[in-house]
């Protein structure tokens, strides 16, 4: 016996009634939380067209996390990523950041590009940067399951303004629930204006401390170095208000930044462990590629043996190169890693691994009926602004006690594969109001699974949108 009804309807995405429906017409009269037996699930999955595959349950536990105790836990390094508009100084924060770091005497390394570096604050607290800058890598992070940022620095320049892509930044951030810092750059320039960057802001509702809000904010030269000590001091501030703790005592788990194939070496992946400490020596799997931890290397470049939580290495030893966002676990043996990682490549090829199906309108009553559904994210793009907050406003105007819509994005412009992977990331429908899917927005959104649905007259997206939502309201149970 393996799952009950109601878990067998969640993962196909039809409703409970109906896997009873089948359940009955195989002469089993099942109820909701009735466990099924292996024939039956088969057979009910082969009515609504899958196939079933049984993964035994040795291979499953292996990946079992261990359990926490409050004492083993201990405080951990943030995790932060910095984005922001083309050209208001992304690189340049990161890359002065580094080199203050190495500069500062950290035992003469040469830095190494591996994707991510820590550093230490003046007070002595460590940081560690997602070096690859940007929203788009870190949507497409989270669209793979991975939330490794805790914080995300917004980066403005101060003789611009801010942006269209400083407004996704700061949307793809808030959709991922991840607290951000407000780093308002290039007051070196003459034509500098930060007042006016903090005015742009409060006009979205994001008001800083100076204001009278609840972000901080730090005026900075990121080609210059002024005042970076100060921002990393409020982005360790924002830390300690997250209580980030890790234990550091067991095996690792953690995330894939990124691989490469290096010609003497091999695949290189740089990992960032989340949890536990990984050592040579290790039988790791990411994705579908598995392999023993042969050598590790820090973000100096330095050979190391072992790797604690929110520490990046880089590591030699993958037989092939995971995904950046993967997740990573480590195994008793190798036979166990290769025996997940061969059924993970045959899923993927069987089904193309995206079991996981996004959220459809048409979906949405089976969805609550099957399970406790009770937010609706949706991105707005649209062709004027003033159309795009009128449809914004009704659409949060539809929510209930029971569910909740959430605008998690909405901006002018036409629906680009950026808003395909916010809303795979965060199970969000699109809806176009006189706008039309990019060629590549499209084909993501098609492989995606995400659901986009273009209008060009208000009242009939919001007739729609409610009406989905009333077949949520009245589950066919
Ligand atoms: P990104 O596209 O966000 O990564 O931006 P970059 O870091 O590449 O910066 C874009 C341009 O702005 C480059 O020419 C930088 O030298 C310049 N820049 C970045 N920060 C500052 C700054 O604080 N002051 C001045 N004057 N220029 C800056």
Not at 49 to 73: H, M, N, R, W, Y
Request: aromatic content about 4%; charged content about 25%; proline content about 3%.
């Amino acid at each position: 016996e393996f799952v009950t009804v109601s878990e067998l309807a969640s993962m196909m995405n039809v409703s409970a009634t109906e896997v009873i429906g089948s359940c009955m017409s195989l002469g089993i009269f099942a109820s909701i939380n009735q466990r099924l037996d292996a024939e039956t699930i088969q057979l009910v999955a082969s009515d609504f067209g899958f196939e079933t595959e049984f993964i035994s349950a040795e291979v499953q536990e292996a990946i079992v996390e261990e359990e926490d105790k409050p004492e083993d836990l201990l405080e951990r390094a943030p995790i932060v990523t910095v984005m922001g508009h083309v050209d208001h100084g992304k690189t340049s924060l990161l890359d002065y950041i580094r080199n203050a770091s190495v500069t500062a005497g950290e035992a003469g390394g040469i830095t190494q590009h591996i994707g991510a570096y820590s550093v230490t604050g003046e007070s002595g607290r460590k940081i560690t940067f997602l070096d690859t800058p940007g929203h788009e890598a870190f949507t497409a992070m989270r669209a793979r399951g991975a939330q490794v940022t805790d914080i995300a620095i917004i980066i403005v320049a101060a003789d611009d303004d801010v942006m269209p892509q400083t407004k996704e930044a700061i949307s793809h951030a808030q959709a991922a629930g991840v607290p951000m810092v407000f780093a308002i750059n290039k007051i070196d320039k003459p034509g500098a204006n930060p007042d006016k960057i903090k005015e742009q802001l409060s006009q979205m509702n994001i008001l800083v401390e100076e204001w009278g809000g609840k972000f901080q904010s730090q005026e900075i030269s990121a080609k210059n170095g002024v005042n970076i000590e100060e921002l990393l001091e409020k982005v360790l501030l924002e830390a300690e208000i997250l209580e980030l703790k890790a234990n550091p005592n067991k095996t690792a788990t953690g995330t894939v930044v990124e691989a490469s194939l290096d010609k003497g070496r091999g695949y290189v992946t740089t990992v960032l462990v989340s949890a536990g400490t990984l050592k040579i020596g290790d039988f790791i799997i990411a994705g579908q590629h598995y392999g023993k931890v042969k050598a590790m290397n820090n973000d100096k470049g330095e050979a190391v043996t072992e790797a604690g939580p929110s520490i990046p290495v880089s590591i030699l030893g993958f037989n092939g190169a995971p995904s950046a966002g993967d997740s990573f676990n480590v195994l008793l043996d190798e036979r166990e890693a290769k025996q997940i990682a061969v059924k993970r490549e045959q899923l993927k090829r069987e089904q193309g691994l995206r079991t996981k199906k996004h959220l459809t309108l048409d979906e949405i009553g089976r969805r609550l009926a099957v399970g406790d559904f009770q937010e609706l994210n949706v991105i707005v793009k649209g062709d004027v602004d003033g159309s795009i907050e009128a449809l914004s406003d009704s659409l949060e105007k539809l929510s209930t006690e029971e569910i909740q819509v959430n605008i998690i994005h909405k901006a002018v412009g036409q629906i680009s594969e950026t808003d395909v992977t916010l809303a795979a990331a965060s199970n969000a429908i699109i809806v176009g109001f006189q706008v039309r899917p990019s060629q590549q927005a499209r084909k993501l959104a098609e492989s995606e699974g995400i659901d986009i649905r273009l209008y060009s007259v208000i009242y009939k997206a919001i007739d729609e949108i409610k009406e989905a939502m009333e077949g949520m309201l009245s589950p066919d149970i």
